[in-house]
């Protein structure tokens, strides 16, 4: 009898080893991508057209190293175009301030002040107007950084952005454009100046910068600058697109939105709630942009915050549903980095300056260098809080995995199509580290890691892939002839290959703007644990079940 008790024990003991083991792995890191549900598509990520061309010394020597990195390195794609309110003025006052004429406190107080070019908001005198601020960052910044884009096979979006900070004003001088005939007439004076000087015109109108900087400016003015505006605008050709309201408290742009849209005729014209992270900025107000966005089909974009960083970015993407994100300018002169220009730029010595990547840059990087203009958003989901992704399809195919990482550590990525897959990673320790490239085969799962907290990207390559229809402004990559049979040379021979096919049109969710934020809020990103329950655990349950009655019977004889 005391043979059977052991024997019984010891198979007891090797059915615990066995659940424990299956409990260890369950606990193992998922990520898991989902195609078929798709969320926001990518406008640009924006840069404020503001490199130091007239402030810095060495400008002429740093410039194109500028440009190519970042347009070449960081992937910058949309630029924001400043025109000051001051340009409607009797005085060139940008001019006598370049030729030393007034000082800059003379410069700064005058600026944003207004001088009507005449009675008649609908008669445009051309003497009234002087655009040569506008001009110097157009030639010295927009058209470069175009030729780039256009190179890099993108074109460049121009967000023509009305700056008029009113409270700068020195006493006593006007400011008329609170009139909203006479903002249109303003902004239609400016876009005609540079459709006719440049062959540009504006992809969007941003209706004003950060109103709460302007005491006349309120969220009904704003939505009767927009419908004054776009009437100008479309009897002169043009397809007006409006970004507002751009406030700098996240709260404020919150109500200012609220007022803005019950201007009758406002909301069509309305591209994208625009809004800064300098105060207000919670998890609160940030559900909130993104569920106005929803209600009114209007895409949200956070378009300034001096010291963004990578994890401010991954949030306004996830929660917000943010199309298009700005740190603030290209590059500028000066000591230390606070997140204010992309690259910073070294100029004690103009004539070798030094042209630095940014300490928050290298991790914005992960994100912009690889998730292209009009790349859509889908779904992605971890099984824990440490590894958090975001997906995307390009518009040529390609995946983009994002995983904020806050610790070090593996993880498990399911879901990719088959295909070349480089994988890149930034820690505050290492930038752009490079991992040797992956050839999968669909819906392979791979085990990845990341040594501390940072920023992993995991991309697509093209290498004479052909592109299939997938979605609506969407298409999936179909790896060329040969590329299968080198994934599956490296594969198990044994293991056997199921290919799933891409999904069509109709079997694609696209889940309306409030679906998908009720769908991100409820999921949290998160996948439930694995329950790992196969035929193994279920034979071992079993086999508890039989021995635990062994052992009964056993000690009763």
């Known amino acids: 009898m005391t043979e059977y008790f052991l024997f019984g024990l ?70 924001r175009l400043q025109v000051k309110s001051g340009a409607e003025n009797q005085r060139d006052y940008w001019s006598d301030y370049q030729a030393e004429i007034i000082d800059h406190p003379m410069w700064r107080g005058v600026r944003y002040s207004t001088v009507n070019d005449n009675d008649n908001p609908l008669e445009l005198n051309w003497d009234g107007f002087h655009f040569s601020e506008l001009d110097e960052a157009v030639e010295n910044v927009v058209l470069p950084i175009r030729g780039r884009v256009e190179a890099n096979g993108e074109r460049l979006f121009i967000n023509l952005t009305y700056v008029a900070f009113t409270k700068q004003n020195l006493p006593g001088l006007e400011y008329h454009h609170k009139d909203p005939q006479e903002y249109a007439e303003f902004i239609l004076a400016a876009s005609l100046h540079l459709k006719e000087e440049y062959g540009l015109v504006p992809d969007a109108w941003e209706v004003i910068l950060e109103p709460d900087n302007a005491s006349e400016w309120d969220g009904e003015l704003i939505g009767n600058a927009i419908i004054a505006a776009a009437e100008r605008l479309e009897t002169n050709g043009f397809e007006p697109t409006f970004v507002a309201p751009s406030n700098a408290d996240m709260g404020s742009a919150i109500r200012y939105f609220d007022k803005m849209i019950k201007v009758p005729g406002a909301a069509q014209y309305l591209g994208e709630f625009s809004y800064h992270r300098y105060s207000g900025a919670s998890a609160e107000n940030l559900h909130a942009i993104a569920e106005r966005g929803a209600l009114h089909q209007i895409d949200t974009a956070m378009l300034e915050h001096i010291g963004g960083d990578y994890r401010e970015l991954h949030e306004d993407l996830r929660d917000g549903s943010n199309v298009s994100w700005q740190q603030f300018t290209l590059g500028y002169c000066g000591e230390g980095d606070d997140g204010g220009a992309y690259f910073p730029v070294d100029t004690q010595d103009p004539e070798n300056p030094r042209v630095q990547i940014g300490e928050r840059t290298r991790f914005l990087r992960q994100y912009f260098k690889f998730i292209r203009r009009y790349a859509v958003r889908i779904e992605a989901q971890s099984s824990s809080k440490v590894f958090d992704p975001l997906a995307f399809i390009n518009p040529d195919g390609s995946y983009v995995i994002i995983v904020l990482a806050d610790s070090g550590g593996a993880f498990e ?11 890149k990673y930034t820690t505050s320790s290492e930038f752009d580290i490079d991992q040797p490239d992956m050839l999968l085969i669909d819906n392979q799962s791979i085990r990845l890691s990341i040594p501390e907290a940072g920023v992993l990207t995991v991309y697509g390559k093209k290498s004479g892939g052909r592109i299939l229809p997938f979605a609506p402004e969407t298409q999936v990559y179909l790896p060329a002839v040969g590329e299968h049979q080198e994934a599956l040379e490296m594969t198990d021979p044994a293991t056997t290959i199921q290919r799933t096919p891409l999904p069509t049109v109709s079997e694609v969710h696209h889940p309306s703007r409030l679906e998908a934020i009720k769908i991100q809020n409820s999921a949290g990103q998160r996948l439930p644990r694995r329950n790992v329950v196969s035929a193994g655990m279920v034979a071992l349950i079993i086999c508890a079940g039989l021995a635990a009655a062994f052992l009964v019977k056993s000690w009763r004889k």
């Open 10 to 79: 010891f198979i007891i003991e090797r059915l615990v080893l066995g659940l424990l083991f299956f409990t260890l792995d369950s606990d193992e890191v998922v990520i898991e991508i989902d195609p078929t549900i798709q969320y926001q598509t990518i406008a640009g990520w924006e840069a404020t057209a503001q490199a130091g061309q007239t402030e810095c010394d060495g400008f002429q020597n740093y410039k194109d190293e500028l440009f190519d990195l970042a347009v070449g390195d960081l992937g910058i794609n949309r630029l």
């Open 413 to 423: 990525l399911r879901g990719l199509p088959g295909g070349k897959y480089g994988l």
